[in-house]
């Protein structure tokens, strides 16, 4: 058969066809190296793309900002597309923001020195460990975030830019010292008003709804009645944290562990070091020479850490004299790490040594030997280790049992909870975000509501919720959503309307005195020909809370009065309707201005200028969002 194949395969059609789909791979494959990128930006400015690597790191910074900030109820919300589509278009707008700040900022040739980056890269609390930088803290961070040295320092320098750019903006702004006094005079002037309230309530008594009235409205806000899905819930709860153990931990077996393990309590030996390094990324020739150079210097008596802070292009560790701390093995480049424990003695300095971040020369400052922790100063720790070791074991094996248990037994949890050691629990009949811990986690809701264990009514998987954390539910009722009878809710809508048609009577009732009053009655006349009662608020503040808001805002709307008072109608939040008297505007006597003040009123004076500032720059810009970003919002 194979020698079938190998004859068909050397005759003409096969040869042409071989070479057809060798062509397509080659061209395939130079269109690789040759060709541009076919991944859409995300937004397009002035001609300058936003990747979507840009937007990826943007779009993940931005929810691990708001994990931290929400937790565990991160999961719930992220599950609402619409609010991620928000989180995406804000990330998006930001960006384009930064770009719009980036190109003019280069327009105006703002930038920030090398200077600049050091000290802000030494002062971030992110690279220090005990409030002192850290190069090993600088390093791990950056590469976490899938940075080089160099590309981190472009991108902070970047980003100060336009923080450079943000504070020329800000700081140019400033409040006069009369807009400044106007502001404040404006927020502690007081009003005095009179006014009285049309209480829809006094107007219900003798109000009728109909039966069809009710009906109507029953059919028109079905969605008001809905009674919601309610399920109950039986459940195994396993947590190894709770887990009681069979036998305590010897002090034989504690022994008996640190004797087996040993190693890991030897403290490895560590060396403290400087270095120069000379970036061989544009010329590798000079960068070798120059280090050879330096090299020179130091054997003929220079101080290893003045030429560091002259010459080395390490940015960070050059401002301590080429100070890199503590380091062990397996943390730097290998190169680099094999000639720093060649080094014997306090004060060595080695060879032009290679790396991939270029030449280093590297200074043996300090060594702390190789120690071993005593038994006594670990043995509390060991025993705590055993114990959860000993629980996460029985975990698991009973996690084994429960999960076979309640599959093969999928009509109940009784054997599957004997397996576990554990009570089945059970909750009445409560709506989906009404389940108590730990049955509110997502993954728990959503096996639930699965066909299999709503419908079926079969026991679920082991699902877990925490670490060493696991929960197997079955449902034993089930009420689905419905729309409550009318009959069941007739008298709500009932009082609904009369409430309604009562608020309508109080606003009209309200129009009407109104009307009195513009014809020539007095307030207080009106008043009292209905029996209502007149309010006074000699000095009403803007942030009364004895008053209606409502009612506070409409008399800070209202004209000054030049005489007589000014009227008006007010329809209150609760239904009722109100008619206010602003008789004076009384001007604040002696202005008084705190810091606080001045940096609030003064702050949004500065954020709605930047505000307008951005605004007029993207109507300058040629800004563009391909429609398949849009429709992916």
């Given at each position: ?612 500032f951005i605004a007029a720059l993207k109507a300058q810009a040629e800004v563009q969002v391909p429609q398949a970003t849009q429709a992916a919002?």
């Amino acid at each position: 058969m194979l020698e079938k194949i190998r004859e068909g395969s050397q005759g003409p059609a096969a040869k042409i066809i071989l070479g057809a789909v060798i062509l397509s791979f080659a061209l395939a494959g130079i269109g690789g190296y040759l060709g541009q990128t076919t991944e859409q930006p995300v937004a397009e400015v002035n001609g300058v793309k936003i990747s979507q690597t840009e937007f990826s790191r943007a779009y993940q910074n931005e929810r691990n900002r708001l994990e931290q900030q929400f937790g565990e109820y991160f999961a719930q919300i992220a599950a609402d597309p619409n609010y991620m589509a928000q989180i995406r278009q804000g990330v998006i707008d930001r960006l384009v923001q930064q770009e719009l700040q980036t190109q003019l900022a280069a327009e105006l040739g703002l930038r920030v020195s090398d200077e600049s980056v050091r000290k802000a890269i030494l002062e971030m609390p992110y690279f220090q460990v005990g409030g002192q930088f850290s190069n090993d803290r600088y390093l791990q961070v950056i590469r976490q975030m899938n940075f080089q040295p160099d590309a981190f320092r472009e991108y902070l320098r970047e980003d100060m830019t336009r923080s450079q750019l943000v504070g020329a903006v800000a700081g140019t702004d400033f409040i006069l010292e009369n807009e400044l006094n106007n502001s404040v005079a404006l927020q502690q002037q007081t009003r005095s008003i009179d006014y009285l309230v049309v209480a829809k309530e006094s107007l219900q008594a003798g109000i009728e709804v109909t039966e069809q009235e009710i009906a109507d409205y029953y059919e028109l806000n079905q969605p008001q009645f809905l009674a919601p899905e309610q399920v109950s819930v039986s459940y195994i709860d396993l947590n190894a944290a709770t887990l009681t153990l069979d036998s305590s931990v010897s002090e034989e077996d504690i022994k008996a562990y640190y004797d087996q393990n040993s190693a890991q309590y030897v403290e490895p030996e560590k060396r403290r070091v400087s270095h120069i390094l000379i970036d061989n990324s544009e010329d590798d020739d000079a960068a070798k020479a120059k280090a050879e150079e330096l090299l020179a210097q130091l054997q003929n008596g220079a101080d290893f850490a003045e030429l560091a802070e002259s010459s080395s292009d390490d940015i960070v560790s050059a401002e301590m004299g080429g100070d890199l701390d503590w380091i062990e093995r397996d943390m730097m480049d290998p190169a680099f790490e094999d000639a720093t424990y060649a080094l014997e003695s306090k004060g060595d300095i080695s060879d032009v040594v290679e790396s991939e971040f270029g030449y280093h020369i590297i200074k043996l400052t300090d060594i702390q030997t190789q120690q071993v922790k005593p038994y006594a100063d670990v043995k509390d720790e060991l025993r705590a280790e055993l114990e959860r070791t000993k629980k996460i074991n029985a975990f698991y094996e009973k996690q084994t049992q429960m999960g076979e248990l309640a599959f093969e037994i999928s009509d109940t949890l009784i054997d599957a909870a004997e397996a576990a050691g554990v009570e089945v629990q059970k909750t009445e009949l409560v709506t989906r975000n009404a389940l108590p811990e730990p049955l509110n986690n997502p993954q728990v809701v959503t096996a639930i509501f699965s066909p299999e264990v709503l419908e079926d009514r079969m026991n679920s998987e082991v699902i877990e919720v925490g670490d060493e954390h696991a929960v197997v539910v079955r449902v034993n009722d089930h009420k689905a959503a419905t729309t409550k009878a009318l009959v069941d809710v007739s008298e709500q809508i009932k009082a609904t309307l009369v409430s309604q048609k009562a608020s309508e009577l109080a606003k009209e009732k309200a129009r009407t005195l109104y009307a009195e009053i513009e014809a020539g009655k007095s307030l207080n006349e009106v008043a009292q020909a209905e029996g209502l009662t007149v309010r006074q608020e000699a000095a009403l503040a803007r942030q009364a809370y004895t008053v209606s808001p409502a009612i506070v805002q409409q008399a800070f709307k209202m004209a000054h009065p030049q005489g007589a008072p000014e009227v008006e109608v007010v329809d209150l939040n609760n239904g009722d309707a109100a008619i206010v008297a602003l008789k004076a505007v009384n001007p604040a006597t002696e202005v008084e201005i705190n810091e606080q003040q001045k940096q609030n009123i003064t702050m949004a004076q500065v954020n709605k200028n930047y505000m307008v500032f951005i605004a007029a720059l993207k109507a300058q810009a040629e800004v563009q969002v391909p429609q398949a970003t849009q429709a992916a919002e």
